[in-house]
């Protein structure tokens, strides 16, 4: 879901449980999506894109799922591992000169 | 593996004074962005920089921030008389996206607390 300021939505999982987290981007014209992954006090990472005319993408252990009717993006992560916490925001780009982020997703694993 | 490497990691200043972020940008990117991420917040697109002159700036982007490539592989970003809201992590992204839309890679961040 969508959030503001310091209440940022929290996804708890089981090591070696999937996860999915969720945005929804705001530009139907947008035509690039990306996820990126951003632990404490470092900058973004790149983790998985996918462009506009596809709607499935998979990496190692991630599958990024895209569907522009509702204008919706997705996060697949398969069997979660401790060192996948992080905030996880989702990115589209518009036009091709800058990234409008999504207010991010904090994604926990617990042991 | 290359990286956009920026400095300093923490910058400390008083209010109404100049501050200058750094940022080297991986060798052979040719676009360049600055963005900034308030604490807690989302990341919020500032700048994006191309062929010596900015493509593109957002309504954070005001008369007190300029960008500059002074030389063939720095890229700076200025405050010119920083406020109190100005407190923020700054990151340098570059990529380079030739031949379609490519990823942008970011650097670790410039905090900047204005006190």
């Known amino acids: 879901g969508e959030s503001v300021g310091l209440h940022l939505p929290t996804l708890s999982v089981q090591e070696g449980d999937n996860s999915i987290i969720n945005c929804a981007y705001s530009?139907?014209?947008?035509?690039?999506f990306i996820w990126y992954k951003q632990e404490s006090g470092k900058g973004p990472q790149f983790i998985i894109d996918i462009r506009s005319n596809m709607d499935k993408r998979q990496g190692q252990r991630v599958t990024v799922l895209l569907n522009k009717t509702v204008k919706h993006l997705s996060l697949q992560i398969a069997a979660t591992q401790p060192g996948d916490s992080a905030v996880y925001f989702c990115a589209e780009n518009i036009g091709g000169n800058k990234l409008v982020f999504g207010a991010g997703t904090i994604l926990r694993v617990k042991s | 593996e290359p990286e956009v490497t920026q400095t300093p990691s923490h910058q400390v200043t008083q209010m109404g004074q100049e501050v200058i972020l750094r940022c080297v940008p991986i060798s052979n990117h040719l676009y360049f962005y600055w963005y900034r991420q308030i604490l807690g917040q989302k990341v919020e697109f500032l700048v994006s920089?191309?062929?010596?002159?900015?493509?593109?700036k957002s309504e954070i982007f005001d008369d007190q921030f300029s960008v500059e490539r002074p030389d063939g592989s720095n890229f700076t970003l200025k405050i010119r008389s920083t406020k109190l809201e100005d407190s923020a992590m700054y990151f340098c992204?570059?990529?380079?996206?030739?031949?379609?839309?490519?990823?942008?890679?970011f650097g670790q961040g410039t905090r900047l607390t204005v006190v």
């Open positions: 920089f191309y062929n010596n002159e900015i493509s593109e």
């Open positions: 992204a570059s990529n380079k996206r030739t031949g379609g839309n490519t990823e942008a890679f």
């Open positions: 530009n139907s014209a947008s035509d690039y």
